[in-house]
């Protein structure tokens, strides 16, 4: 009797050990549950703080990119102000220039002085210094040398006013710039580079030759030609004022 009731107290213990642990089991079991759910709460906090983050950073990089082509077209803005700048003090020299050649043109009536001015506008402005003026004779047969500046005077003393490239510019009346493709060249035009023909109205007065260009400008340029069209005129019209001056001042004088 005493075995039946010692088996009955171990099976009683069994069944309460049984029951604590199955109670220990369903309270870590419920334990776990609670930390999974915890884990899945932060893992999905995480996700949406990197979502987040990679909005943020494709926001940043979109905002970079936008920056770095607002620079690149401050950058080409910056160097397109910087040429327009330079543009305009380059077209500010050059009306400088034409104001100061048209003052040395008409700033005398004497025409060594004028001879003198042409000299230095050629030289100075034009750069050259080889340049030479020719006058037309009363019978418009023959240009003859008023001044020359670097080339040798014994051999353009006198030229034929209907021959080479010179004798044209002054039968068109047109300013007119030699190049590789000139029409062919009289003696003593080898290195010529433009000619300014001087007329008043529908008279010829001369041309101004230029010949060989300075060793640092190869060509001629678009200035050039506007200073080329300002001699024709002013020139032209300031070579007839000493004229008339000199007429005027001989019959004064023998008056």
């Not at 089991?25 to 419920?30: Q, R």
């Not at 703080?49 to 909005?55: F, S």
């Not at 034409?98 to 009536?109: C, E, F, K, Q």
């Not at 006198?158 to 009346?173: H, K, V």
Request: charge should be negative; hydrophobic fraction near 40%.
């Amino acid at each position: 009797m005493q075995r039946g009731r010692d088996q009955a107290d171990y099976v009683q213990k069994v069944r309460g050990d049984s029951q604590r642990l199955s109670e220990s089991l369903l309270h870590e079991n419920e334990r776990l549950r609670t930390r999974l759910a915890a884990v899945d709460s932060e893992k999905l906090r995480l996700e949406d703080a990197v979502g987040r983050l990679r909005e943020e950073l494709a926001t940043s990089e979109q905002r970079h990119a936008s920056l770095e082509r607002r620079l690149q077209e401050a950058e080409v803005d910056t160097q397109r102000f910087s040429q327009d700048y330079l543009e305009v003090e380059q077209q500010n020299q050059n009306l400088a220039n034409l104001y100061v050649a048209s003052y040395r043109l008409h700033g005398t009536v004497d025409r060594g002085e004028l001879m003198r001015a042409i000299q230095e506008i050629a030289s100075n402005l034009v750069g050259s210094e080889e340049m030479a003026v020719f006058e037309l004779s009363e019978d418009a047969r023959v240009l003859s040398l008023a001044t020359s500046l670097g080339v040798d005077p014994a051999r353009y003393r006198e030229l034929p006013a209907d021959r080479g490239l010179i004798g044209q510019a002054l039968r068109s009346g047109d300013v007119y710039v030699a190049d590789a493709s000139s029409a062919s060249r009289a003696e003593g035009e080898e290195n010529l580079s433009a000619c300014i023909p001087l007329v008043v109205g529908n008279r010829p007065l001369g041309v101004i030759a230029i010949f060989r260009l300075l060793s640092h400008k190869p060509q001629i340029e678009d200035v050039d030609r506007e200073l080329f069209e300002l001699l024709a005129a002013q020139a032209s019209v300031a070579l007839y004022c000493t004229r008339l001056h000199a007429l005027h001042g001989a019959e004064i004088l023998g008056g």
